[in-house]
């Protein structure tokens, strides 16, 4: 079993920055995949970034360029470093990985975009 907490949302003016961290529980954090996810209210929840064991990424088109994810294997810790923010971007941001065919989810941190 996987535990996840995430932190580091808040508000933030369009062009600002935000970094999100996602501390996870367990032994095996280096040899899992990790991912943020994002949900706007009305919309269907999206992948932002997948970060590998072999630290190979993949991004959502519209945030490539901007954000950049990471991890810390010795701190069991994701990371979603958020550049040149937009008001689109703002949502509740999810961490979240799989382990024996069993996906985990963090609580979320709000990430909210606005002049």
């Known amino acids: 079993q996987v535990q996840l907490v995430e932190s580091g949302g808040g508000l933030v003016q369009p062009g600002g920055s935000l970094r999100l961290s996602c501390a996870a529980s367990g032994s095996i954090f280096r040899l899992l995949t990790m991912a943020w996810y994002r949900q706007a209210p009305g919309e269907q929840r999206e992948m932002v970034a997948t970060i590998r064991s072999d630290t190979n990424t993949n991004y959502l088109p519209s945030v490539l360029g901007r954000f950049t994810i990471s991890r810390d294997n010795a701190k069991k810790t994701v990371y979603l470093q958020m550049n040149s923010l937009k008001p689109e971007d703002t949502a509740l941001y999810y961490c979240?990985?799989?382990?024996?065919?069993?996906?985990?989810w963090g609580q979320g941190t709000q990430v909210t975009v606005s002049s």
């Open positions: 979240k990985t799989t382990l024996y065919n069993t996906d985990y």
